[in-house]
C-alpha cells in the first residue's frame, strides 16, 4: 500500500532517508548535507510528495519524495525500498504514484540525480524511460592543474609507420606537409 506521509511520519521519512544515505554514500569529496536535507524534508511533507509504502504488516518499507521545481517540472528527491521489500515493484509503485499526483497538478516533466556508481539505480531510471539531461563531471584539482600545466620547453611530435609499401607512405607525407607549413 502507498500513501501519504503526514507531520506524524517524520520519524520514519527520516530513517528511511537516513538508510537510503547509509546505503548510497554520495561521492567522497562532498560534504555531507544531511541535516540540511532531513530540515527541507519536514517542509516537503507539508508542501511537496512525501509518499511511504507500507507492507502487510503495515511497517514503512519504501520511501519516495517529489516537489515541484517549476510550472512544468518537478524533482524526485529520493526513492528507497528496503532491501527485504525489493524486487516486488515497490519503487515502481511509489513513483507512479507520484507521477500521477504531479501530472494532476499539472506537471510534465520528472527529473532525478543519480549517482555514476549506483548502477542498479541508473539501469531501473532507464528503464522506466529517464534520459540524462546533464552530467556533473569532477576531477581532483591537484590532479587537474598538473593536467593542465603548459609545458616548458620544445615540445616535438612523431609518427610511426609500418607498411610494406614505402611509396604509399612517401606520397601521403608529400600531401601531407605542404599543408602543415613544412616542406
Known sequence: MIRAATPD??????????????????????????????????????????????????????????????????????????????????????????????RAAGVETLELEVLASNADARAIYDRWGFQPVELTLAAPVAALESRLERPTGPTFGSIHVQTDDTGAVERAVHKILPRLGQS
Open 9 to 102: 511520519d517524520l520519524p520514519v521519512v527520516r530513517e528511511l532517508w537516513l538508510a537510503f544515505e547509509a546505503e548510497i554514500p554520495d561521492a567522497p569529496h562532498r560534504d555531507s548535507d544531511s541535516e540540511e536535507d532531513l530540515a527541507a524534508l519536514e517542509a516537503t511533507v507539508r508542501d511537496g510528495i512525501v509518499l511511504l509504502a507500507m507492507d502487510d504488516g503495515e511497517a514503512p518499507v519504501g520511501l519516495a519524495v517529489a516537489r515541484r521545481t517549476g510550472d512544468r517540472v518537478a524533482f524526485l528527491d529520493i526513492v528507497y525500498v528496503r532491501e527485504e521489500a525489493r524486487r516486488d515493484g515497490v519503487g515502481a509503485d511509489l513513483v507512479r504514484e507520484a507521477a500521477s499526483q504531479l
